[in-house]
């Protein structure tokens, strides 16, 4: 059973999900894979003390402050894969980015590979239940390029922005290799 209570945030309406006791899923209303894999459990709105506690915790993080990641119980389901990549979300600071090779590579090093594909990691970060709470949002393409996010670019760019991120940096490239170049550019006349 997944219990439900709906939070409103600077970045929209949110639905937050706790399932066994443990925050399951922060949802933006319209994000890509809304509810995911547990879109077919049983919902039932209620208020219980982990949505409390996170309803607490988007408080503070709204707010400008820096609360911690594990203040929270989180039990996010997904694979074994999926998981690994979610645990090196959680070490990004806040007010700081990486990009998704960078995460490929720290998954490659724990596994004791050569190499991952930085494609196969942004399918993962894509299919984060735990928005913002687990910082997705804190990850850009190497180039520069604020590449897609489930609950839209808008909504990175407030969430970089309220975490002090200097934007000037970034481009909305979606991905692009024309982003990716503007993303260089910018960063090359920066220096």
């Known amino acids: 059973m997944l219990y439900t209570v709906y939070y409103d945030s600077p970045v929209g309406k949110l639905l937050l999900a706790e399932r066994e006791e443990k925050l399951a899923g922060i949802w933006m209303e319209g994000q890509k894979y809304f509810l995911g894999s547990l879109e077919k459990e049983a919902r039932q709105e209620a208020d219980t003390a982990v949505l409390q506690c996170t309803r607490k915790w988007l408080d503070s993080y709204f707010k400008g402050e820096k609360p911690p990641i594990d ?13 690994a990549v979610w645990k090196v979300l959680c070490q990004i600071p806040y007010g700081k980015v990486t990009t998704y090779g960078k995460i490929a590579e720290k998954i490659a090093s724990v596994r004791g590979l050569s190499s ?13 239940p735990i928005s913002i709470v687990i910082p997705c949002h804190r990850v850009v393409g190497a180039g520069g390029s604020l590449t897609g996010y489930a609950g839209g670019i808008d909504k990175k760019v ?32 920066a220096e």
């Open 71 to 83: 203040e929270l119980a989180l039990g996010p389901t997904g694979s074994e894969f999926q998981k």
């Open 158 to 189: 407030k969430l970089l922005t309220l975490e002090g991120v200097n934007m000037e940096r970034y481009v909305k490239g979606c991905g692009t290799e024309d982003g990716e170049e503007k993303g260089r550019l910018k960063r090359k006349k």
């Open 116 to 128: 991952m594909s930085a494609q196969a990691v942004g399918g993962a970060v894509g299919h984060n």
